[in-house]
């Protein structure tokens, strides 16, 4: 019901920045949080930031003081801003909406955006 197309990622070099964009359509009125996941090669996919409906933001420990999730709830779009890139960060980087009351337990995922970190 939810659909998530994602864009943004590319080829960067260490120490330089990338904006992740994700946007919602359909039933996004039912969206409790929003968030950015990646994984790795041989890696399990990971939370890398998420922002719930009234505001409250997760970081994994990794990415704090570098990236920045956002929201746009007009818009029904929600960011990632990544600056000084690792090369650690290299990922398939997911979008995720996950449910609110209505419907807890649905969880719908964006296609992937790839992020390579490489001079």
């Known amino acids: 019901q939810v659909q998530l197309v994602e864009s943004g990622g590319g080829l960067v070099p260490p120490g330089g920045s990338l904006r992740l964009s994700c946007a919602a359509s359909?039933?996004?009125?039912?969206?409790?949080?929003m968030g950015w996941y990646r994984q790795g090669p041989g890696k399990q996919r990971e939370l890398v930031a998420s922002?719930?409906?009234?505001?409250?933001?997760t970081y994994a420990d990794s990415v704090k003081g570098r990236f920045t999730i956002t929201r746009d709830n007009v818009n029904n779009m929600v960011y990632l801003e990544m600056n000084s890139l690792k090369h650690k960060d290299t990922a398939v980087y997911y979008c995720?909406?996950?449910?609110?009351?209505?419907?807890?337990?649905?969880?719908?995922w964006g296609q992937g955006t790839q992020v390579t970190v490489s001079s």
């Open positions: 359909g039933s996004i009125f039912s969206i409790y949080a």
């Open positions: 995720r909406a996950d449910g609110d009351q209505r419907e807890p337990d649905v969880v719908t």
């Open positions: 922002e719930t409906s009234f505001g409250k933001q």
